[in-house]
């Protein structure tokens, strides 16, 4: 385990923000023989966690406040590195959720992911996004990703 990552993990929930904050971010990295753009293309993965939305969400997808500041980075459009916003719902006790040991780190329940790329500003401070539960953020969501924009598409 990376030393500090379990302070990270825990910083990044945010807890007691009713409009999703800044977040952490990661620059995601992939090389394929495929890609028709690049050898290597990149896409920033923006980190949101909350509780405030229960685990397991009902319907087709949860609404998520973002500041506006925030959302207007996510969507801008056009780039030459696309974004990704990867919502994690989490119970509100940490234990139930983030678990860290010297052979493991086990993240418990669901990330979401969606390309607000395009996305309207419309509150006064915050405005609402819809993240659909439909796109759950894993491996093969993220490899999916990345061959897409490998080929010059969008997320």
């Known amino acids: ?20 904050r800044a977040g952490r971010a990661w620059h995601l990295g992939h090389s394929a023989p495929g ?9 920033k993965v ?16 949860f609404s998520l ?3 506006n500041a925030h959302l207007r980075k996510l969507a801008r459009t056009p780039v030459s590195v696309h974004k990704i916003l990867v919502v ?4 509100r006790s940490r234990d139930d959720w983030l ?11 669901c990330c979401y992911w969606t390309n607000l790329a395009g996305h309207p500003v419309t509150g006064r401070h915050r405005t609402t996004v819809r993240v659909p539960t439909s796109r759950i953020f894993d491996d093969r969501a993220l490899c ?12």
Do not use: N
Not at 1 to 6: F, K, V, Y
Not at 35 to 42: F, G, P
């Open 35 to 43: 890609h028709t753009v690049d050898d290597e293309v990149t896409t």
């Open 88 to 91: 994690m719902l989490v119970p």
């Open 99 to 109: 678990r860290a040991g010297h052979d493991r780190l086990d993240l418990r329940h």
């Open 1 to 20: 385990m990376i030393r500090g990552t379990t302070h990270r993990v825990r910083k990044a929930v945010g807890h007691g923000h009713r409009a999703a």
């Open 144 to 155: 999916e990703i990345m061959t897409r924009v490998g080929a010059g598409g969008r997320p």
């Open 65 to 67: 406040p973002l500041d």
């Open 46 to 61: 923006q980190l949101k966690a909350t509780y405030q939305i229960a685990p397991h969400a009902p319907g087709r997808f």
